[in-house]
Nanobody, 114 residues
Framework: VQLQASGGGLVQAGGSLQLSCVVS????????MGWIRQASGKQRELVAA???????NYADSVKGRFIISRDNTKSAVYLRMNSLKPEDTAVYYC?????????WGQGTLVTVSS
């Protein structure tokens, strides 16, 4: 299973970005998908998750600003990030889980300038 994340970059505070992650190698619709971020010097944090059935979960810090979605026809998961803050600066990883199997993408850097 391979996960290819993209969409990171440099944005000013208050701006928006959309991250994408395309999954190949297995039936995408069976996976629970998540976006996890890691800021410099900090532990990884679950940002948002969407189950195979479409249930959503968000970290309190991003509720109302970030939207996770998936397109099973494209084997892709997205993270729309609005009203970005400097504290959102991190490397963002996509993750795919099914049963005991967990797969990670390579990470994409999001930098929010103040």
């Amino acid at each position: 299973v391979q996960l290819q994340a993209s969409g990171g970059g440099l944005v000013q505070a208050g701006g928006s970005l959309q991250l994408s992650c395309v999954v190949s190698g297995r039936t995408f619709s069976n996976f629970h998908m998540g976006w996890i971020r890691q800021a410099s010097g900090k532990q990884r944090e679950l940002v948002a998750a969407i189950t195979s059935g479409g249930s959503l979960n968000y970290a309190d810090s991003v509720k109302g600003r970030f939207i996770i979605s998936r397109d099973n026809t494209k084997s892709a998961v997205y993270l729309r990030m609005n009203s970005l803050k400097p504290e959102d600066t991190a490397v963002y990883y996509c993750n795919a889980q099914r049963a005991l199997d967990s797969y990670w993408g390579q990470g994409t850097l999001v930098t929010v300038s103040s």
